[in-house]
């Protein structure tokens, strides 16, 4: 059976391999540890799947990085079983053996450097070890698992969680199929990245958190985007002709520490306080080392602000299953934004629409003549934005005044539905 | 009458002759200045009493009333480079030296603007060049150090002590006395005669005679009194311009009398002989006098307004920024594969601590000068290159420490040595009360980084006295980190980053360890240095993960080293040794990886069982790590026997590590 380097969290890709408790060839019980590796946030056992002998599908060192999901070793009933056609099972390199004290022949257990008195007993009574160990005690004798019971202990509480989002399957069209054989011809990279300027001038703001920020703004923005006008971005490219669409909306936020780059999930946002309120939790936490296994859910989209740095451009990376993803940076009049898209779920014009539409969504907050535009100003029946009221071509947000106080309300609740 | 009654009568007639001479108004007006701010010093002292009757304020005072010239008469004659070390009864120094009256009142109110920031309070108060504490004589050979310091720094600035005549029952006076003589330390010990300790009369405290002691030790002796205005300024500018002039220790007794209680209400002394001298004191007189009297109002306005407006301040000083320490708490869980030059651990030690010589440090200790070079040849070759900071001493364990302690406060680096650790428990006022004090009963206004580095350890039938592993009592002293050495790991770094600490440090050597060469790892057993320079080393066998986690320090890390295959092979257990270099505070993180694997921890330690490192290390490791099945092993607790084989028996062996591995393991 083969045995992979498991996925422990959304982030990490690779693993550092820190400890090698079986070597190839030795027998080993089920749920006994193989190896041990350590992602950015926990020590990690990988044990064995079955019973049986192992075998080293690649040299693997101490110390060394090993990609998630690789098959590192194959568990099976014997050597044959390991189906390894490499013709080569290069394995950990062995030290030199000293000559065993016990009454042991030399072919046998040529792997065991030290037998202690009490296997030397065993042994020379005929009993054979379960399993072959460098410093070979009677409990390699022993049917039962080897002791110590290895205790899983986590730096930090963060798992990931492994749900996936649901989605329905889109078939993409013929043409869709051309253009992505064509665009395969000359490279495997079939992502592009459009920019957009937007010219605002500073923000005011209650939350001194995004003072100088439009990450909220966006994230905000682009959300409704995809819930209502482009629901077609809110998917991933899934293979063999199918895009996959997601039944929600979940948008992820880029963080990046010196040694750790995280997405961060918000779920539950209807408002752009919302957005703001799940923001600062969610920095917070990342700035304590405190992210919790809800904040690092699936997510359909992501943005990275590098609008803090000194950076004009970036070039974003989609991450895992979306179909694109945001970069923010600062320009000399505004903001940049950085999109990029994949080919394979939606076209460059389409894109382009997404990010101009969303561009003037942002404008918006930040109206002419400093006035502050309240981004809480929505319909109170059905929470339309004022920004929305107007796409639909109507001038504003009708003031009532009743007998609960003075609110806001569109003109499609104003007249009925 | 008991004839030690009829002695302290025969010496108070006597003083009382002395004290009714009296000063000639030419003198009194020369001395106007000096009587001001003498007043200035009995004012500040009765609104203390005062506010301490009142209960405005808690703990104790041990006020100067009737004394308050000698500080005066000392202080007109020092330079601002010149060093005073005081005792419990310090005001009227501090005044006298400072004139930070208003400090001292802050100080006791317990106020943040005090001396010492409301934390050293009556006793222990701290300004630049003049420190106090509370116990008695230990700051003497601490004073010692501060003068022989700036001597061999050619530095201005000679060192005052002030005790009192009861201090002379103390047992560091006299080693202070004996190396300020052999070393030739300008020091200058200012013994206040007032004739009581507490409630002894003199002739129940003090045996002989003050001069013969001084005389005895080569000092030289003046003597004066507080009645005889100008004698008393003449002969203490006189001593002081002997011991600057000639470079070398004096004493001066003052004789004087004490008009209030040794500290608040505790005064059982005959009533009328304090009345008698009451009408004898300068200040009284003068009380009345109208040249004095509008002054002495004004002096005491003042003083008195300025205790009512502290009354209704409360800016104490925060607890949670006084409270941290300078231990190093922050480890590395970094780990990196050990390497050992071939030395021996002598000559290991023997480089390291020469590049803190090299580097301007300074090294003490009995016998440690060349050509001997120390007892066990740690400082061979040291005071062959650097003469002027090598000092081998006089058999004086506290004394020695308080002088390493001393050249650390002028402003240099010292390490003492303590020939045997056995030996350290002569050295712990010096190390509880100043080195480990310092920092933080002074409001953090310095820090005191003296080193102590001694060997433990028998196994060299060395005997009782000789043999012990004394760290229990060296672990938790407040501020005080302890270092274990060993040949496992070259000492290099880790002395080195000791020298960078702020903290007193205690590093703890082991005899036995010495001659063997540093660990030069085999191939079979994996060997590495978590975290750096505090690092621990940790030994566990290739291609395997232990059953059993060890934890030991020092010599006995080493020989668990060693002997690994024979434990393995008798205890059928495959164990991981993990040997700490930071006894304390502890690096917890460094056993994490460990224990995660394991689960299973057997300390183990040459001291003796119960209430030591080992039963230390076990409890925080419980806590951390909860679930963990741990158990100790150490010497038996009785006194190690010289004969080599009841020693074997004795103390910790391999033996007795091989089954507690071989149970827990099995378990």
């Known amino acids: 059976m083969e045995v992979r380097i498991p996925r422990e969290n959304a982030n990490d890709d690779q693993v550092l391999i820190v400890d090698i408790h079986r070597s190839s060839g030795d027998i080993v019980e089920t749920g006994e540890i193989l190896i041990s590796f350590e992602t950015s946030k926990a020590i990690v056992d990988v044990p064995s799947p079955c019973a049986g002998t192992i075998t080293y599908e690649k040299t693997i060192h101490k110390d060394n990085m090993i990609a998630v999901d690789e098959v590192f070793c194959v568990v099976g009933e014997s050597m044959e079983d390991c189906g390894n056609n490499s013709g080569s099972l290069i394995t950990i390199p062995m030290p030199d053996s000293k000559p065993l004290n016990s009454g042991l022949a030399s072919d046998e257990l040529s792997d065991v450097f030290m037998v202690s008195e009490e296997a030397s007993r065993l042994l020379k009574q005929g009993v054979k070890p379960k399993r072959n160990s460098k410093w070979l005690t009677s409990k390699d004798f022993l049917d039962a698992e080897k ?239 004022l920004s929305e009221e107007k796409t639909m071509g109507n001038r504003g947000l009708i003031k009532l005044d009743d007998e609960s106080g003075e609110k806001l309300i569109c003109r499609t609740c104003f007249e009925g539905w | ?48 009493l005062s506010l301490f009757a009142e209960s405005k304020v808690s703990g104790t005072v041990h006020t100067c009333i009737g004394q308050e010239l000698t500080g005066l008469a000392i202080s007109d004659a020092l330079s601002v480079h010149d060093w005073i070390t005081s005792n419990h009864r310090c005001h009227g120094h501090y005044i006298a030296r400072t004139g930070d009256w208003k400090g001292l009142v802050d100080e006791l109110l317990g106020l943040e603007s005090g001396v010492s920031k409301g ?266 290159k650097y003469p002027d900071r090598v000092l081998s001493t006089s058999i004086s364990e506290a004394g020695l420490t308080g002088v390493a302690i001393g050249i650390d406060l002028a402003g240099g680096k010292c390490f003492a040595e303590i020939m045997f650790g056995d030996f350290v428990v002569n050295a712990m006022d010096q190390l509880i009360n100043n080195a480990s004090k310092f920092h933080h009963m002074y409001g953090k206004q310095f820090s005191c980084s003296v080193v102590i580095r001694t060997p433990m350890g028998g196994r060299r039938g060395y ?42 440090t205690i590093v703890i050597e082991n005899k036995t360890d010495y001659s063997t060469f540093l660990f030069q790892p085999k191939k079979e057993l994996n060997v590495e240095l978590i975290g750096g320079a505090f690092g621990s080393v940790k030994i566990k066998p290739t291609l395997v993960s232990p059953e059993v986690t060890v934890i030991a320090h020092g010599y006995l890390a080493r020989l668990l080293a060693d002997n690994y295959e024979e434990i393995f092979q008798k205890s059928d257990t495959v164990f991981e040794i993990i040997a700490p270099q930071l006894l304390h505070p502890l690096p917890l993180n460094h056993f994490e990886r460990s224990l995660v694997k394991s ?11 119960e209430y030591g490192w080992a039963d230390g290390v076990v409890s925080k490791l419980v806590q951390n790590f909860p679930g963990i099945s741990a158990i100790t092993v150490s010497s038996d607790p009785v006194s190690i026997p010289s004969n080599k084989a009841l020693e074997a028996e004795n103390l910790i062996s391999l033996h007795d590590i091989i089954v507690a591995i071989k149970n827990l393991g099995a378990s």
């Not at chain 1, 080919?343 to 006035?371: D, M, P, Q």
């Not at chain 2, 022989?148 to 080693?175: A, D, H, M, Q, R």
């Not at chain 2, 009345?288 to 002054?295: A, I, P, S, T, V």
């Open chain 1, 147 to 385: 002791a110590p019971q290895y205790v899983h202990r986590e730096r930090q509480e963060v798992k990931a969680v492994e749900s996936e989002l649901s989605s329905v399957t889109k078939l993409i069209s013929n043409r869709k199929k051309l253009e992505i054989a064509a665009l395969n011809k000359n490279s495997t990279y079939l992502n592009s990245t459009i920019g957009i300027n937007l010219e605002v001038e500073k923000r005011r703001v209650s939350n001194l958190v995004f003072d100088g920020m439009i990450l909220d703004l966006i994230v905000y923005e682009a959300s409704n985007l995809l819930r209502k006008l482009y629901q077609d971005l809110n998917s991933y490219y899934r293979g063999d002709g199918e895009v996959g669409l997601y039944d929600q909306v979940v948008p992820g936020v880029a963080f990046d520490s010196v040694s750790n780059l995280t997405v961060v999930s918000l779920t539950s946002i209807q408002t752009l306080n919302d957005v703001q309120s799940a923001l600062c939790a969610v920095i917070s936490r990342f700035d304590e080392n405190s992210l919790k296994s809800t904040d690092l859910l699936p997510t359909t989209f992501t943005v990275s602000d590098l609008s803090s740095s000194d950076v004009d451009f970036v070039l974003p990376l989609i991450n895992g299953h979306q179909a694109f993803i945001l970069g923010i940076t600062k320009s000399i009049n505004g903001f940049h934004i950085y999109g990029t898209f994949d080919h394979r779920v939606s076209e460059g014009k389409r894109f382009s629409s997404f990010l101009a539409e969303l561009k003037r969504r942002i404008e918006l907050y930040f109206s002419i003549g400093g006035n502050s535009f309240s981004p809480e100003k929505e319909c109170f029946f059905c929470s339309k934005t």
């Open chain 2, 1 to 48: 009458m008991t004839q030690l009654n009829e002695i302290q009568n025969s010496l108070i007639a006597q003083l009382h002759r002395v004290a009714s001479k009296k000063s000639s108004p030419d003198i009194i007006e020369k001395y106007r200045k000096h009587i001001l701010q003498a007043w200035r010093i009995r004012v500040v002292e009765e609104s203390l």
């Open chain 2, 119 to 384: 934390i050293g309070s009556s006793q222990h108060l701290f300004n630049k060049n003049f420190i106090s504490n509370g116990t008695q004589g230990s700051l003497l050979p601490v004073a010692t150090g501060v003068a022989l310091y700036n001597k061999l720094k050619n530095k201005p600035g000679i060192s005052v002590s002030f005790i009192g005549e009861g201090t002379l029952g103390e047992g560091v006076v006299y080693e202070a006395f004996n190396l300020a003589s052999i070393l030739s330390s300008p020091q200058l010990i200012v013994c206040e005669n007032n004739y009581y300790s507490q409630s002894t009369p003199q002739s129940q405290g003090v045996s002989g005679s003050i001069e013969l002691r001084a005389k005895a030790f080569g000092l030289e002796y003046f003597e004066t009194n507080t009645w005889d205005l100008d004698h008393l300024f003449t002969t203490c500018r006189t001593a002081v311009q002997y011991v600057s002039e000639q470079s070398k220790p004096a004493l001066i007794k003052i004789d004087t009398y004490r008009l209030k209680a040794h500290s608040k209400g505790d005064d059982d002394r005959d009533k009328e002989e304090v009345e008698r001298f009451e009408r004898l004191d300068l200040l009284n007189i003068l009380r009345n006098n109208l040249d004095f009297e509008g002054q002495f109002k004004t002096i005491s306005a003042e003083v008195q307004d300025y205790v009512t407006s502290r009354l209704s301040n409360t800016d104490v000083l925060n607890y949670g920024t006084y409270n941290a320490d300078q231990l190093p708490r922050k480890y590395s869980n970094k780990t990196a594969p050990l390497k050992n030059p071939k030395l021996s651990m002598v000559k290991a030690l023997n480089k390291a601590y020469g590049e803190s010589l090299t580097n301007g440090a300074f090294f003490i200790g009995e016998d440690i000068a060349d050509p001997y070079g120390g007892a066990y040849k740690i400082t061979k070759g040291f005071s062959d």
């Open chain 2, 463 to 504: 005997g009782p006295t000789h043999s012990q592993s004394l760290e229990k009592f060296l672990l938790g002293i407040d501020n005080t980190a302890v270092v274990s050495v060993s040949s496992l790991v070259d000492p290099k770094a880790v002395i080195a980053a000791v020298s960078d600490l702020k903290c007193p």
């Open chain 2, 599 to 609: 689960n299973k921890v057997v300390v183990v330690e040459e001291s003796t069982a």
